[in-house]
Structures are given as C-alpha cells and as structure tokens.
C-alpha cells in the first residue's frame, strides 16, 4: 500500500498551505486591526474617566490635608482660622508681597506645599502662570496654587479699604452658624489673570481681581467646608451656574 498517492507531492502540499496562510493572514489582519480598533474607541474614554476619577480622588485628597492643617492652626491660635494673608503694612492689598495662607502652613510645618495643587487644576491653561516648570514651587511662592481660601467669610480681609462689608480679621469656629454648609476652600480660578489664585470670592463678576470657584474637573469642583469635609458640586459653565450651584448662603458666616 502506497503512503502517497500523485497528489500528495508533499512539496506542493507545502506550498500551498504556505499561500493558504499568507492569504488568511492578511484578511486576519485587516479584522484584527478593525477589532482593535473598535476597542480602543471603547476604552478610550473608560481610561480618561479613570484618570479624571484618579485626579478627583486625590484633588479630594489635598483638601482634606488643608483641613487638617487648618484645625492644627486653629488648636495653636486660639480657635482662629488662618488670616488669607499677613498684613505687610503697605497699602493697598498688597498681597504679592505678604505672606499667603498656604504660605503660612509650611512656615509652621503643617504641610508641604505640593498638596496645594490640583492635579487636574495643574494641567488646565498652562499657557502663561507657570513660573518654572522646571521648578513648580516658583508657581507656589507666587500664590498660584490651585485652591482659594473664602477670604471675606473666613480668612478675613486685612487690606480691607473702606466700605466693604466684610471682616478684616480671620473668623473663629462659632463665628460659622452652619459649618457644613460654609466653603472654606475650593478649586480655583483667577479669571482676570487667567491664572490659579489662593483667595476665592462668592461672586463672579464683581471681584473679578481674585479667584472664583472654577471647575477644573469634568464634573465640576470640589470644596473643602468649614467643618473639615470635602465634597464635589457639579458645575460645568462657572458663568451661567455660578448663582444657582453656589449660592450665597454657601459663602457666608450665617
Ligand atoms: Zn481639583
């Protein structure tokens, strides 16, 4: 019994299971790639959203240390609230020359300086603030950090000039009739400089010289309260939901 027959040439058998592989191989290409394809569509924004989760967590995060820092202050200074900043004894305003609030933390030995920045805040319109992106700490000293300090309600004023109502000097904890519902901290913007801010006003239009809360985040913004918690309030346009998403009562001591 023969093991081949005449059409078993075992080269031509080679060979034409090479073209069969070469042929399939490139039909199997085309399908992987469009598969692939199809997934990378698919994890894309599943990945982004990871991220964006990622920098929330740990934008969250950063606020609770400031907190932290705040009730370590306040256990030193008599129940205090830091000032926004230290009055230098020039006039007006001088707050680029004194000394901010965050400023003050890592003088005391509180906290470093690094959980003054977002991480989603760090990377938003990197165009002009960033002193030295070889040296973030420059950004740090000159108070474009990514978090303002409600300074009419709870930092105080120091610089106050006449006729504004608000304190000149830091609030104290039963100065804050609802500390749940009082902003001490949030996601900041200086929209007048286009750049981060360390103080943060309640209204978007009148006190445009410092810094609004401003949606870093895909969601919107996260805010540290004057109880100490941190919690995130959806605002995507800081224009049009500003009035209705942080309304006054947020801001104020009643
Ligand atoms: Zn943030």
Redesign the pocket.
């Known amino acids: 019994m023969m093991m081949f027959n005449s059409n078993s040439n075992p080269k031509s058998a080679i060979r034409n299971s090479q073209s069969a592989i070469e042929c399939f191989t490139l039909i199997e290409l085309l399908v992987v790639v469009a598969i692939i394809a199809v997934l990378v569509a698919m994890l894309l924004p599943a990945l982004n959203a990871a991220r964006e989760k990622a ?2 967590t ?3 995060s ?2 609770r240390q400031i907190g932290i820092a705040m009730t370590m202050y306040q256990n030193e200074y008599n129940d205090f609230f830091a000032p926004t900043h230290l009055n230098n004894g020039t006039s007006p305003s001088p707050a680029w020359g004194s000394t901010g609030w965050h400023q003050l933390f890592v003088n005391l030995h509180f906290t470093q300086w690094t959980i003054f920045m ?4 760090w990377n938003y319109n990197t165009s002009s603030w960033r002193h030295s992106a070889s040296d973030p700490s420059q950004t740090y000293y000159q108070k474009f950090i ?2 303002g300090y409600n300074m009419f309600y709870v930092g105080g004023f120091p610089d106050e000039p006449a006729g504004y109502p608000f304190s000149r000097t830091p609030a104290r904890s039963n100065d804050i009739a609802q500390p749940s519902d009082t902003i001490m901290m949030t ?1 900041t913007w200086n929209v007048g400089n286009n750049s981060p801010f360390y103080i943060v006003v309640n209204y978007f239009s009148t006190y445009s010289g410092y810094g609004v809360a401003w949606p ?2 895909s969601t919107g ?2 805010i540290l309260w004057t109880d100490g918690h941190t919690s995130g309030v959806t605002m995507k346009d800081p224009i049009a939901e500003y009035p209705v998403a942080l309304p006054q009562y947020l801001w104020d001591r009643k």
């Open positions: 920098r929330q740990a934008c969250s950063n606020l977002c991480p989603a805040g990514n978090y996601d870093y985040h913004l996260n």
